[in-house]
């Protein structure tokens, strides 16, 4: 059984940072594409950065040049570090991993930024 974790979720001042942290178990990472998303209360689910099997990464655009995903298959983790935060990137965040037929999501982590 493949799970995904998310931690790092805070409460940050606009203009901040936080780095979010995506652990997994139950199977090596490294064949997967990964990749975060947040959520707003009723809004979709959008994707904020992929980084691919092989190290590639792709972002969305509100967030180019201030958020940098990475990824640890050694140790099972995929990360993402949040600079200058901005009100509108307030949002549940979630851990995705896909791979083939077989996608899993966590169970999301909290960001709140405000003063």
């Known amino acids: 059984q493949v799970q995904l974790v998310e931690s790092g979720g805070a409460l940050v001042q606009p203009g901040g940072s936080l780095r979010l942290s995506c652990a997994v178990s139950g199977s090596t990472i490294r064949p997967y594409n990964m990749a975060w998303y947040r959520q707003v209360p009723g809004t979709q689910r959008e994707l904020v950065a992929r980084?691919?099997?092989?190290?590639?990464?792709t972002y969305v655009d509100s967030v180019k040049g201030r958020f940098t995903i990475s990824r640890d298959n050694a140790n099972n983790r995929m990360y993402l570090q949040m600079n200058n935060l901005k009100p509108e990137d307030m949002a549940v965040y979630y851990c995705?991993?896909?791979?083939?037929?077989?996608?899993?999501w966590g169970q999301g982590t909290q960001v709140t930024v405000s003063s």
């Open positions: 995705n991993a896909v791979f083939g037929n077989s996608e899993y």
């Open positions: 980084v691919s099997n092989v190290g590639y990464t």
